[in-house]
């Protein structure tokens, strides 16, 4: 991770660019490395091309998506260690053919996984050599709600999902059984089927495509399963307990892999995507791992000391004003806010407790004579010392 190139300098555009510029940047990459431009160069040079080309279509698949271009802005390479920051940024199922089909609409003309660079394939393309594809699960997006209190400790929640499950009858396969699984004759098990084309540069290469018979499974059922119909699976509704580390914010995603829909045929299953909703405290504010909390005091409180109790995750705790506490006056609770994620940050935040000081606007007759004769008292007379300066800045800046 330490050695990759940031996604935005390998596209070699600004990170407000626009999602058209992203494209057109990567179109240039793309053309600049195609395998057609390097089929006569040194192995040093297709060495390049090829590395060059992948960095370019690792970091396009990326910044081409929303979500995952989000969190990348957010975490960087670290998002996919969050699961589901960016993605992953896995290409280990990457279909490279397809991938440049989307792009460039099917006008590249050649096949990466049959010649080329020689081992290109092994970017995750699957082609005519490669075997027949393996089918995924699509994943499932859901949110949970949490507290703060959940939120500091962390917890475990019990999430109620519909999704797709091997059909009990026959397996997953889809198929009464085995016999009834047969080599696909079109692409003779193989899941693709190729034509020989003329490339953009005058090469000549390969189209590849997916098996339009069997789908890129490379098998067929002659006689499918009667509950699931040959799909091999149903819809169950279950239970599955997810683990929210502490430290999370409104608006993360969790990935918990294989938890998602199961694939048809004993394929891979997708991921489950959780979301955090986080529920507003109805005392305490959140700035990231900070936490603020605003109490009134009287004015006799504020002249002459006293003791509050301050609201926290943890329980409640009292906090001493000191005598000629100033209205503003912010007081710090090391250690009492919130935990970062694990592997985002360290330590702990803390609890800022905000004093405002009420003066009361309605006084009795004998009040009002008190105050009065406490008014010429020097002791009455604003004399901002450094310290109450200070306090006064330092709302401006907290609150």
């Given at each position: 991770m330490a050695n990759k190139r940031d996604y935005y300098e390998v596209l070699g555009v600004d990170k407000k660019a626009s999602a058209e510029d992203i494209k057109s940047a990567y179109r240039k990459l793309a053309l600049k490395w195609h395998p057609d431009r390097w089929v006569n160069g040194t192995d040093a040079e297709k060495k390049t091309a090829e590395d060059n080309f992948k960095e370019a279509a690792e970091a396009y698949s990326v910044l081409s998506d929303p979500d995952k271009r989000a969190k990348y802005d957010q975490f960087g390479f670290a998002a996919d260690q969050m699961g589901g920051g960016a993605g992953g940024f896995d290409f280990g199922g990457m279909d490279i053919n397809d991938f440049l089909r989307n792009i460039f609409g099917g006008s590249f003309g050649f096949d990466f996984g049959g010649g080329g660079f020689g081992g290109f394939g092994g970017f995750g393309g699957s082609s005519a050599q490669s075997g027949p594809?393996?089918?995924?699960?699509?994943?499932?997006?859901?949110?949970v709600k949490l507290t703060l209190e959940e939120i500091a400790n962390g917890c475990e929640k019990e999430i109620s999902l519909e999704r797709a499950r091997p059909c009990p009858d026959c397996g997953g396969k889809g198929a009464k059984s085995e016999a009834d699984i047969k080599t696909c004759p079109t692409c003779n098990g193989q899941g693709r089927v190729r034509q020989q084309t003329r490339g953009l540069f005058g090469g000549i290469g390969y189209t590849i495509g997916t098996c339009p018979q069997c789908q890129g499974e490379g098998k067929i059922i002659s006689n499918p399963c009667r509950r699931c119909n040959g799909t091999g699976l149903e819809r169950k509704r279950e239970l599955v307990r997810v683990r929210i580390p502490a430290g999370v914010e409104n608006g993360m995603q969790i990935t918990i892999p294989g938890e998602g829909h199961s694939a048809p045929h004993g394929g891979t299953n997708g991921d489950l995507l959780v979301v955090i909703n986080e529920i507003q405290h109805p005392q305490l504010q959140r700035d990231g791992n900070n936490l603020f909390y605003t109490t009134t005091i009287s004015v006799m409180d504020a002249m002459l000391?006293?003791?509050?109790s301050?609201?926290?995750?943890?329980g409640s705790y009292k906090v001493k004003v000191e005598p000629g506490t100033q209205s503003g006056t912010v007081v710090k609770l090391r250690g009492k806010g919130l935990p970062s994620v694990q592997g985002y940050g360290r330590g702990t935040g803390d609890l800022y407790v905000k004093f405002q000081v009420w003066v009361p606007h309605k006084l009795s007759r004998s009040e009002k004579e008190a105050l009065e004769a406490l008014r010429s008292s020097s002791s009455f007379k604003p004399d901002l010392t450094r310290e109450d300066k200070a306090t006064f800045d330092k709302v401006k800046n907290i609150f």
């Open positions: 594809r393996v089918m995924r699960g699509r994943d499932i997006r859901t949110s000391g006293t003791e509050v301050v609201p926290c995750l943890d």
